[in-house]
């Protein structure tokens, strides 16, 4: 709990940031990448996890992927801020609740979706444009094959369920015969 918190303030103030500088979609791809870096690399994440490794070697890990990725200096001086802090095991928890910002900001909602066979892009655009005329809000369609799926979808947009899969129907069905 204590840590979503400090990631939650972390994303805050960088967002903050970014919004001054009407930077918030680039800082948020920028800090996605960083992300990606770290939270793909379980070694990586452990090492900047470590009580016994000195702020100076996590920032130099820290500075030295942001380097490489060729960052903006506010995502190069954020993520050597992060890791100075000793935080840099939570850049994905940050990078998520940045997200969070950013779309809530936008006017956005993300719909995650898991279908039985992969969406084609016509079909995410047309799905994501049918959900935003539904919540009045722009959508962002976050697909994933499901092989548990017989077949249709499942989106969830916050609480919001919508299940089109045909494992839903059938136990839609099998409610009504079961209640008569």
Do not use: C
Not at 76 to 96: C, K, M, S, W, Y
């Amino acid at each position: 709990m204590k840590s979503r918190h400090a990631a939650r303030s972390y994303a805050k103030a960088l967002f903050e940031l970014a919004k001054e500088r009407q930077q918030t979609d680039a800082t948020g791809r920028e800090l996605a990448s960083v992300t990606e870096v770290v939270g793909g690399d379980p070694e990586l994440r452990q090492f900047l996890a470590r009580p016994g490794v000195s702020a100076t070697a996590k920032r130099a890990v820290a500075d030295e992927i942001a380097r490489r990725l060729g960052v903006s200096k506010l995502v190069h001086d954020f993520v050597n801020l992060v890791a100075d802090h000793g935080r840099g095991e939570q850049l994905p928890d940050i990078a998520d609740a940045y997200r969070d910002l950013a779309d809530a900001d936008a006017g956005r909602v993300r719909a995650r979706v898991r279908s039985a066979i992969g969406l084609t892009d016509e079909e995410r655009t047309t799905l994501a444009s049918r959900l935003g005329v539904a919540l009045g809000k722009t959508v962002v369609v976050e697909d994933r094959v499901d092989p548990d799926l017989l077949g249709g979808l499942v989106a969830e947009v916050g609480s919001l369920v919508a299940d089109g899969s045909l494992d839903g129907q059938l136990a839609r069905i099998k409610d009504r015969l079961e209640r008569g």
